[in-house]
């Protein structure tokens, strides 16, 4: 039957169909009909081959498009196809042609597996930085003097700078730009911190928790208290070298108290299939302490139930800056309790491979800033070994290794 607006009106999906593709065809126009789907939307089509292939192009909605425009736009299409072109592939050139850099990096964040917070700074690289800059262009247009002039306006903030350069260049490797002028732009240097608490600071962080749960601290002619789930989750960060997500997203059924582990899904170290490893979260005796002094809320899954039902504890930021007033570590970050953590473990002897598994880390590289103090270890080991050696050697008394057997 020919395609009219009455017919098209009349069209229905047909009972018993589940979700195959219908489509009326126009008995006058080969190719051209009007594809009826399972809600009642209705669009106009045009069928055809090309390099072999079938192809189905959408001409439009039906509706906003009459059917006399819908079959011009089949007749023009179909001439193109005799032409030998391929209409639909000739579309989506037109509109990769026409994509902006923030197009590709907003296309870029959708389509990768990310952690919220991760996905929140790319998200927020581009709102702050990327767009304003770069997002008009195109990706061929950009050149290495834009991306220079580009990390040059964030020489303040390096971090940021080197996270924004690699979710540009990732976008622009995306969008096939041949000799991506991001490579032949350095990355800016981070400054990487080595900040550890030794036994004193750790001694005057534990005061400043006992005080700032109990009766509070006065910082500044004010009494600061904090609340007991900021003080357990600040003692689990240094028991465990967990990440501060990690924490404060436990839920009961992640905690195994008999194997005195946690294990969770959602963390940071990703698979290669981009799908979230298991990462378990070993639970020495003070971790084991912390938990079991934790108020239970029948039918609350948190461990750190937040102020609003249902929702666990947001943010420790507050509460570490009366922690830090209180024990006058003012340069010390929560992050860097997972750094003494590890570096307590180095110290002790442990190996890079043992403290890069306490910490999660996916990779040996990520636990290569903890190899001096490990390094320190082996060498005050092997002063040992070689002493007791030397002086079997010559004959004196004194304290002697004994090597298993």
């Known amino acids: 039957m020919k395609l009219t607006k009455r017919a098209c009106e009349a069209a229905k999906y047909p009972d018993g169909a589940g979700n195959k593709r219908h489509v009326v065809w126009d008995t006058e126009l080969r190719g051209f009909g009007l594809r009826v789907y399972p809600t009642g939307a209705k669009s106009f089509v045009f069928s055809y081959r090309a390099n072999g292939r079938k192809r189905l192009r959408t001409l439009g ?44 990096v907003e296309e870029y964040i959708n389509d990768q597996t990310l952690k919220e917070s991760t996905e929140k700074t790319y998200r ?20 290495d003097d834009d991306v220079r002039r580009f990390m040059k306006a964030m020489d303040d903030i390096p971090y940021q700078a080197n996270r924004a350069r690699f979710l540009l260049g990732a976008a622009l490797r995306r969008a096939k730009v041949v000799n991506n002028p991001v490579d032949d732009v350095a990355a800016r240097p981070e400054p990487r911190r080595e900040r550890y608490l030794g036994p004193d600071e750790l001694s005057r962080l534990g005061d400043a928790l006992r005080r700032l749960e109990g009766d509070g601290v006065v910082i500044n002619g004010r009494t600061r208290r904090i609340p007991w789930q900021a003080a357990a989750a600040l003692r689990l960060l240094i028991f465990t070298g967990a990440r501060t997500g990690e924490i404060l997203k436990l839920r009961w059924e992640h905690i195994d108290l008999d194997r005195q582990v946690a294990t969770i899904s959602d963390h940071k170290t990703k ?42 504890f947001f943010s420790l930021h507050r509460s ?11 340069d010390v970050r929560i992050h860097d309790l997972r750094h003494s953590h590890a570096s307590w473990g180095a110290s002790s002897g442990l190996s890079l491979l043992i403290v890069g598994q306490l910490l999660g880390h996916s990779s040996p590289s990520a636990t290569q800033r903890y190899a001096h103090l490990w390094k320190d270890k082996l060498v005050e080991a092997a002063e040992s070994v070689a002493s007791g050696i030397s002086a079997a050697m010559e004959g004196k008394s004194g304290d002697v290794v004994e090597f298993p057997s």
């Open 61 to 104: 909605p039906f509706g906003p498009l009459t059917v006399h425009e819908a079959r011009r736009r089949a007749e023009k299409a179909r001439v193109e196809v005799a032409d030998g072109k391929d209409p639909v592939q000739e579309a989506r050139k037109r509109r990769e042609a026409t994509k902006t850099v923030r197009d590709q």
């Open 271 to 312: 698979t290669t299939t981009r799908h979230a490893a298991p990462r378990r979260i070993i639970l020495p005796k003070p971790a084991i302490e912390v938990l079991e002094g934790i108020p239970k809320t029948e039918g609350d899954e948190w461990v750190f139930p937040g102020r609003k039902p249902g929702m666990h």
């Open 124 to 143: 927020g690289l581009l709102e702050k930085h990327i767009g304003p800059r770069l997002g008009h262009l195109t990706p061929s247009a950009v050149t």
């Open 320 to 330: 570490w800056r009366w922690v830090r007033a209180a024990t006058e570590l003012e």
